[in-house]
């Protein structure tokens, strides 16, 4: 059952005000431009222990995620394909209104956006994930940690997510033991990836169309939408957001905004793991 | 199980798809206001095999309090699929998946109702898929509007839904669970069609940009024609209310 | 841990006399005699998609079971014999007093008392179910939907539940594959039953004993007694529910009483499942 | 695992069941009462190896208050399984069953209590299955309503239980677990044996409406019997107090 | 999450006092020496349905631990190892305080103290519980279920676990059922045990010390001790426990002091060992 | 999995480790507060590759308000471990050890915290493990307590633990997960050094009256170190504040 939130602070009336006036002189309460993403800042291999691992920083957003790749038994009706597993934690040291406790159905949304963006582009060759041909695979485990909440976890999720299994490494696994095990952190091979698929989110405020909301942005904005993208333009996912309704020619802006912006993370992902990939390289030489 | 290579999705000869339907085809919809006797408002809505029923209680009190608001009603909305709707049975326990469509759905709602006319209560809406053939979460949102609707509850206007997507290459309308699960894209989106307004937005795979636009042109055609059969519906149900001489809202206060 | 309810109306000590006084003359609330069930409409394969299913209407209450069958691992003290699950869902479009959630301690004991009335009496032909001979067998689920609670759930349900099961069909089994998988919607035969069963309940009001209570006379009634009956008149379960005591000679009216109410659901049934046999056949033909 | 081809579940010849009871024969019963120190009142009851413990406490207050009713005590009834009680162990989860039967068993200790005398209270009696050898849930009763009067709570009367059973096609009282899981039918009874009324009434299995007769008539024996050993148990009790001069209630108030 | 209690009662100053007062005269609430433990009174084997049992009061606390033997699957690390799991139940009955409901906080502390005294000294001979190297092993269940709450839970619970544990046969084990099947009450041997293992508890109140605090005392104790020995004075577990503070010193006497409790408590149980498996002798023959 | 065979845990003949350390040296540790934005106090604390963050909430309001005390504030506490934290992948459900550490580190804060001073509130504080090679609950508790300072929460004192243990027969300080899972004791021990008080105590395995005396001895030298870390890095904090004019407590009150 989905409840209208009745923790969440009421934004001030002089507040929105304020940033809608801003809005109309082509200003952001934060200083930015509209289409101006917060500054990023990603860090794959934040957590040794996994098998791939990304801290993001945008704006003072930090979003954690962190693969684990575990055995499991596939699908039935994918018998010879690994899975992929998303999971966002909402965890209460990320902001006053996150409770401990199961995830919520924006943890749950966040997680499927991100999922469906992988997964309906078969960006990972699950297929080169079989261990036993319909008994054993690899399973992929994306758990998304949000550490501190200052807006727009989705674009914020997906980078840490797209960093972090861009740097992953499949372990080995003893195929002789009865039944199979993973050999941890003996490395085989890079996770083999068929495409880089990343999200953006812009936010509608009153009339007004902005890139990566904050969180003061998106608590005044009317809707939100997020738009998934392949590396070479296609959409890969859409998602549209909170109480407010939009124009159809509004998602046809948003997706042109959207894509803009997907276009500066790819850059800033692959600008991170080309050098994280670079200093693995001489650490091991 | 369906084969996956036992099905032609798109027939490019006849230009129809699986089921006989041309692109832009719905499959045929019925619909039906007051089915439920306890419910103040209730709807069925069928889209093919997929159908739906909703139901809505309130504007009423909840417990505990402090779940309520000072300035507006909240809306406490459930997508939910009966065990035997699905191919494979349903665990009844919520899924994930039912958890982000309850979320999506109620965001939608809230775009429509008058909450402010009922502070300090809760409306309740109920949606429960009782066959499952793609596209439930638009006939659902359809169907909860329509509830809401006969419960007498205020809104901007009505809320109408339709999956689109993309099928062996084709752009088409009302995806049943065939092309859903088999094809290259599933888009469900819902209006207030009067307002031109979209409430509800989700893409499941890939389209290219010009897919998207002939997508969303084709989800507002079929949109419109739904929200006439909407308006049509309840315009029955009133004019045969009023010829009886009584009134559903009185009945239930 | 079972609480007295505290959320189920009061019903005004009026209403209550008024419905005591009337049954002193014969009478009940809503015109019928005292040995009267409301009209009943059986509608089978209500739910195509489900192995069997039918829709009951019994006055205002309405009931839809479904019937899906699946493959299960077989109990350990069973192992050549299939399952039958009746599960209950009190969904909260069917009153202002049902809550979203697990079900509670009234739909368990809707559930069981229509289980054990099946499961005692040997009702399904478990054996005939077996696929893999201590391994996998076929599960029968029993999903049992209310969609408006009017009163007498429990015999709402025991004749949706026959009625549903009495036009189940069993899908084929691919046994080759390893595990052996369900041909959904390849049918093979009927689901085969040894014998008919169903659940008559009977409320006492006062001194007053009623068949088919509606949903006002439950919440005056003292008690109520769930008898069910195989065809031939055998009981095959009791229950006896509410707050009240009953009187020993009271039992056994209330079983008589039964007895001729269950003759009428066996009644309606068998008209609804022939009717709607001999359709499909017009139709295949 | 007792195999079912083992055990000759009625012997014709000797007229006796497979522990040697007659038809008619009661386990030997025992009853204590006052057997917990912290709980307002308690029982221990055992049927043969069936052994029970109840408490009861309260009236007391609960939070949060809305779950409390104006005009009189709620009751809050748990019967329950120890996880070692069992053949194989039960988790110690309540299963669909526990659930059901702190149902059954609360409505019938409603029958009993004067539930009216402590408005906006809970009275909480918690039923503990310490080894479980057919008969639990009438045991169970017996035990908790012994627990009840122990704790001073007024009643109508007692209320005293027992399961009857149709076993190798003969009627028989106090069904152990062989003769639960192999026989034909388990009937629990369970009265207000001083009114004559009947509390409990279950029946797994079948019977014809002869059998039910014969079956209900034996409970009605059989339940007289226990009741006298209740009110047997509770004066000695009452008795050992007073001439202690003190009195259990004091104590605990 | 951890929540500060806040139903437990309030002891009122006054009796915190009196308390305080009579230790520093060397006296007890309850008459008691400060290192007398409460009077112990063990009966192994109180139920017969269990592999092994005992029901041990220590003063008016009451605590009933069942031993049942299941069939599982071994830990992967632990391919030729049997199982051990320790559940507390703090059940209803037993207190005020307690509410129906899964296992809190102090009932999971409670089982994890003592199951890490007895894992981690390896006192079951785990490897002479496998049935099928690799595949499955005997599991053996203790659930401590606590009847009467006053005071010194962890010693109740780990006295009668041993007692328990002690007096427990292994059922015999139909290998050549597939899978294998426990023969329910036919016994092969005692549970094969390499060491006895026991808590003691120690409480400060104030600056002094007590063993074997009762339900009044623990209320008002700034913080407990248990530690766990093996039989030859080894420790084999520490427990802090309580919202204050020790001084080291404090832990050495408290150890101390322990030991002489444990031993107490050895001899109890051995005593009552001893003469119940005398009598099962004596029955046999 | 680490083969068992394949580790010398401890190596007599250097006097080393399996990591080179010696027994008495701690791995690196690295602390710094005021890492979160949101939480009115932070902290990342470090032992090598254990890595923990802490945030601190409150004193604020709950909801409902029968769970807050006249007299005090109350604390509530969460450990947890991040899924990808552990050698294996660890469900983000709390375990049974989460909830056992949840309490026993609540307790320890207990005893430092002046709670009296914020009565009917919560103070929450919230343990996040990200990577976890030993010594977590000692790390968290370091952590812990160094954002009840950052969040200008009063306290006795501050609280620094470590765990130390007994590895290939030798006492060793701040044990990793290696030694943790092969060797014969660990010892999580934490205290108010300032005071000299002892507030975290737990052994998981085996040692002698004399061992047991050896590793606490280790332990609050170890501690003693830790203790001069935390209080370095608060004072840097405070100076850097104070040199820029601005203080955190006011940014967020």
Sequence with gaps: ?285 | MVKKTDILLFDEEKGVRHDGRKPEDMRPVRMQVGVLDNAQGSALVEFGKTRILAAVYGPREILPKHMTLPGRAILRIRYHMAPFSTTERKNPAPSRREIELSKVIREALEASVFTRLYPRTTIDVFIEVLQADGGTRTAGITAASLALADAGIPMRDLIAGVAVGKVGGRIVVDVDEVEDSMGEADMPVAMMPGLGKIVLLQLNGSLSREEFKQAINMAIGAINKIYEMQKSVLKEKFTAYSEAGKNKQQQHS
């Design chain 1, 1 to 285: 059952m989905s409840l209208t939130p009745s923790q969440i602070p009421l934004v001030p009336k002089v507040k929105k005000d304020t940033i809608i006036s801003l809005l109309e002189e082509g200003k952001r309460i934060d200083g930015r431009k509209l289409d101006e993403v917060r500054p990023i800042k990603i860090e794959p291999g934040y957590v040794e222990k996994a098998d791939g691992s990304a801290l993001v920083r945008l704006g003072e957003t930090v979003v954690l995620a962190g693969i684990k790749i575990e055995l499991g038994t596939p699908y039935p009706d994918s018998p010879n394909e690994g899975i992929m597993m998303v999971n966002a934690e909402f965890v209460p040291v990320a902001s006053p209104y996150f409770e401990p406790g199961p995830p919520d159905e924006n943890a749950f949304e966040l997680a499927r956006v991100i999922d469906r963006s992988f997964r309906e582009t078969h960006a990972i060759k699950l297929d080169e994930l079989v261990v036993v041909p319909g008994q054993k695979v690899l399973v992929i485990w994306d758990d998304i940690y949000v550490l501190n909440h200052a807006g727009n976890l989705i674009d914020a999720g997906a980078i840490a997510t797209l960093a972090a299994l861009a740097t992953t490494r499949v372990p080995s696994v003893d195929k002789d033991a009865d039944p199979p095990i993973i050999k941890r952190f003996e490395y085989e091979k890079e996770l083999p990836m068929e495409k880089m698929v990343i999200t953006a989110t812009i936010a509608k405020i009153g009339q007004h169309l902005v890139v990566d909301p904050n969180d003061e942005e998106e608590s005044v904005a009317d809707s939100r939408l997020s738009v998934s993208f392949v590396r070479d333009g296609t959409i890969a996912g859409l998602q549209k957001m909170g109480e407010g309704a939009l124009e159809p020619s509004d998602v046809d802006d948003m997706i042109e905004l959207g894509w803009k912006t997907a276009k500066k993370y790819f850059d800033e992902i692959e600008k991170a793991v080309t050098s994280y990939k670079r200093m693995l390289k001489n650490n091991a030489t």
